[in-house]
Structures are given as structure tokens and as C-alpha cells.
């Protein structure tokens, strides 16, 4: 069965700037990397205490190596929140982000069979404290460090359900084919990543409520984010981000070539 994308499942992609393909992998594939995901966050915690700390806007990070931790705002600031990249700490995720059913629609995407590895994270989104993420584009983060900015898909395996309860991925459809979009400025550190609402209008706004297996293909400058999780369910996602062959990974500078 070919896993790229049909010429409708392309279509919407274009326009829509993203793409959902329901329950991908199964439900003892979900379970395995559920434990896949928790074993990359013990290993991230244990070199944690090696890392380099720092703040911006009071929100604590670490850097161990190549790889960055970012941690729930305080009070909750031993929480993680985002790993990444995080595919070096755990087989299973390297090996994951080679699977087909996550390659071969990016590789339609791209218009090209061979595809290289940008980045990739784990966001945590615990119950009851899963801080939200403020709409904003990829974009902008990566354009300084990646000439091929408009070669940049990314894919969102959910490892939960997620509904508005828990915090479920939102994307402001057709939002991406403005390309780089102004940040807000506030005069906080962080501010200049989060888009300038006047850009965009939140009425345009989709719930991606899925099953735990399934799979988000979202464009690099769709304005994207989604709300805390307030429930005492999880939320947890791996986003994974390609480019062309023979690219250079973000950070670390290594070419990681998808075979
Ligand atoms: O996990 C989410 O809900 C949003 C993630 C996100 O916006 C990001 O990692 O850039």
C-alpha cells in the first residue's frame, strides 16, 4: 500500500497548510512509545544536572549538549516540558523517525524522495500543568539557521488522545501562505516568537481533536499553538521536522539522512 499522499490528501495540504491521517500506528505501537517517551525523559533529567541552566522570561532552560530542555513556568519549573531534539536519547525514536507512514507523506510534501532529518521534540503537556503554547509560526526560529526555510514540514505523532480538555493541537488554517510573519513585540525575550495577532484572524482557528496513533503534516509558517492542559488526562506529542537530503540537523550541524 503506498503511504504518499493522495492528490486530495495534497490539495488540502496546500491550502489548508496541514494535513491529519487518523490512528496510524496501533495501539500496542502508541503503548511501546509511550514508554519510549518516558525513557527519553528520565535520560534527559539525568544529564540535566550537567546541563547549562538559564532563563528567559523566567522560564527555566537547559541546554546538555545539543539538546534543549525547557521546563514548566514556575512553580512547576522541575516539570519538563519540551525535549529537543530528542530522537539521540532513545532507539526507539531514532528509529521512529524513519517509519513510512511518517516519511513517505513528508517526502510527497517535499516533492522529493530523499529527505534528510531538520529536528525533532518531545512536548510533555502534563495533567493539570501542561503550560499551553501562544500562536506562533516555526518559521521564524528556524529562518536564521536554514537557508530552505520553505522546506521545513513537520509531523505530529499524538501520543494521547487530545480533545479541548487536554489541550489538543490547534492550527489557524490557511494561515501559512503568508510566509515569516512579524512576532509580537512586548519587549519580553520570548515575544518576538509568538505572532503579531493583527496578522491573523482566530475565528480561522481548528481544534485537531485525535486518537492517540494519528498523525498532524503541518507547513512551517501555519500559525499554530494550543491551550494548557488543565485535565488530569496526558498530552504528550513527537514533532518531527524534515528537509531535503544532505542538510545539516539543527544545532548540532550533522546530516541525518533518511534511508
Ligand atoms: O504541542 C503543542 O500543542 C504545540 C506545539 C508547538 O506549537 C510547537 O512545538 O511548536
Redesign the pocket.
Given at each position: 500500500m503506498s503511504l504518499f499522499l493522495s492528490k486530495k490528501e495534497n490539495n488540502f495540504y496546500v491550502n489548508e497548510g496541514y494535513l491529519v491521517r487518523e490512528n496510524q500506528f496501533t495501539t500496542n505501537e502508541v503503548d511501546s512509545l509511550r514508554k519510549a517517551l518516558e525513557r527519553a525523559v528520565n535520560s534527559a533529567e539525568e544529564k540535566a544536572d550537567n546541563g547549562q541552566v538559564y532563563y528567559l522570561d523566567k522560564k527555566k532552560f537547559v541546554d546538555v549538549g545539543h539538546i534543549t530542555l525547557q521546563y514548566e513556568p514556575q512553580p512547576n519549573d522541575n516539570v519538563l516540558r519540551?525535549i529537543e531534539p530528542a530522537h539521540s536519547l532513545d532507539k526507539e525514536l531514532s528509529s521512529l523517525i524513519k517509519d513510512k507512514r511518517i516519511t513517505d507523506p513528508v517526502r510527497s510534501i517535499l516533492e522529493e524522495e530523499d529527505i534528510s532529518l531538520w529536528t525533532d521534540?518531545l512536548?510533555l503537556?502534563r495533567p493539570g500543568n501542561g503550560s499551553?503554547?501562544g500562536w506562533?509560526q516555526?518559521s521564524p526560529y528556524w529562518v536564521h539557521d536554514n537557508k530552505n526555510v520553505d522546506l521545513l514540514p513537520?509531523v505530529?505523532l499524538s501520543l494521547d488522545d487530545a480533545d479541548k480538555a487536554n489541550?489538543?493541537?490547534?492550527v489557524i488554517r490557511a494561515s501559512h501562505k503568508e510566509g515569516c510573519l512579524p512576532g509580537t513585540s512586548n519587549g519580553t525575550q520570548l515575544g518576538g516568537f509568538y505572532t503579531d495577532p493583527s496578522c491573523f484572524n482566530e475565528t480561522d482557528a481548528v481544534d485537531i481533536r485525535i486518537k492517540a496513533g494519528s498523525l498532524v503534516f503541518f507547513n512551517q509558517h501555519i500559525v499554530?499553538?494550543?491551550e494548557p492542559n488543565l485535565s488530569d488526562q496526558q498530552?504528550r506529542?513527537y514533532?518531527i521536522t524534515y528537509q531535503p537530503k544532505d542538510q545539516p540537523m539543527l544545532k548540532s550541524g550533522v546530516i541525518n539522512n533518511i534511508n
Open positions: 519540551v521534540k512536548n503537556k499551553g503554547f506562533h516555526d513537520n505530529y489541550g489538543c493541537f490547534r499554530h499553538g494550543s498530552r506529542a514533532i
